[in-house]
C-alpha cells in the first residue's frame, strides 16, 4: 500500500530552525490530506499541522506563526518547516498520510523522527 518515511529530525538549540520531511512510496496512490503530530514522553500525540490535498492549512495554537507545511506532489513530500523552537517542542514527530489507492481510502503512519530542542 503505502510507506511512510518521516527524516530531518536532530538536535536543535532554542530559536533554531528543522525541517521535517514525510515521503509517502507506493503504488498508485494519490495522496489527500497529511497531518504531523508530535508526541513528548509521557504525553499523549497531538496535531501539529495539517495540509489538505488542495493545499489549506491548519495549525495547532502553540506552534502558529513558527511552523509552516508544504508538499510537493511531484516528490510525494510533504514539508514541516520549524521555526523559533522551543524546548517545550522537544518530541517525536509524526507523520500520517490520507491516501487513496485501488484499496479504498486509509491512512498510513511513519515511525517518527525525534525533534530535540535544547541548550
Known amino acids: 500500500q503505502v510507506q511512510v518515511v518521516e527524516s530531518g529530525g536532530g538536535p536543535v538549540q532554542p530559536g533554531g530552525s528543522l525541517r521535517l520531511s514525510c515521503l509517502a512510496s507506493?503504488?498508485?496512490?494519490?495522496?489527500?490530506?497529511t497531518d504531523w503530530y508530535c508526541q513528548a514522553p509521557g504525553k499523549q500525540r497531538e496535531l501539529v499541522a495539517t495540509?489538505?490535498?488542495?493545499?489549506?492549512?491548519k495549525f495547532a495554537d502553540s506552534v502558529k506563526g513558527r511552523f509552516t507545511i508544504s508538499r510537493d506532489n511531484a516528490k510525494n513530500t510533504v514539508y514541516l518547516q520549524m521555526n523559533s523552537l522551543k524546548p517545550e517542542d522537544t518530541a517525536v514527530y509524526f507523520c500520517?498520510?490520507?491516501?487513496?489507492?485501488?484499496?479504498?481510502?486509509?491512512?498510513?503512519w511513519g515511525q517518527g523522527t525525534q525533534v530535540t530542542v535544547s541548550s
Open positions: 500520517k498520510v490520507g491516501a487513496f489507492g485501488y484499496w479504498g481510502r486509509d491512512s498510513f
Open positions: 495540509i489538505t490535498e488542495g493545499g489549506t492549512t
Open positions: 507506493g503504488s498508485n496512490f494519490r495522496i489527500e490530506t
